[in-house]
């Protein structure tokens, strides 16, 4: 299956939007080259999982992630609006601290502290382009988590 050339979920063969990301998509579009850093989005929300689930999740996302090469991932676990005051981020955000700390995972970056403008943010943006895409979605969004593999 094709795969999105902005955020790196799979779509559809012959779709012309990502229903990801919402990015225009060509068709017979080349798979990037050697060198080019995929980001991948992973909706963790979606269905309103247990926090048990949730992490299950997380951690089965970051080794498909892994083992197709994706350099980032956006994981969208949500900030909390549902009344259930993020225990789903909250817990998400334990887990990809305890990953950091065991050298699993490169670096994490808070939605919130998400800027393109400068620091963090603006080197992640520098490594990967496709971010400038969802600028304007990303920039201190607390619903969301940069994981770079």
Do not use: W
């Not at 050697?34 to 929300?45: I, M």
């Not at 999982?49 to 956006?74: F, H, I, M, T, W």
Request: contains cysteine; hydrophobic residues 30%; charged residues 25%.
């Amino acid at each position: 299956m094709p795969t999105c050339s902005i955020c790196g979920n799979e779509i559809p063969p012959q779709s012309t939007r990502c229903p990801f990301c919402g990015s225009g998509q060509r068709r017979g579009r080349p798979r990037p080259g050697r060198g080019y850093k995929r980001v991948r989005t992973v909706n963790l929300k979606e269905g309103m999982p247990a926090v048990s689930e949730g992490l299950a999740r997380l951690e089965k996302e970051l080794l498909q992630a892994r083992d197709s090469g994706v350099g980032l991932l956006r994981i969208i676990h949500g900030y909390g609006s549902g009344g259930i005051g993020g225990s789903l981020k909250a817990a998400c955000r334990r887990c990809l601290r305890e990953m950091l700390d065991r050298r699993q995972v490169k670096s994490i970056l808070p939605g919130e502290e998400y800027s393109a403008a400068g620091g963090a943010g603006s080197q992640l943006v520098n490594r990967y382009p496709a971010l400038k895409e969802s600028r304007r979605t990303d920039e201190g969004n607390p619903g969301i988590t940069f994981v770079e593999l």
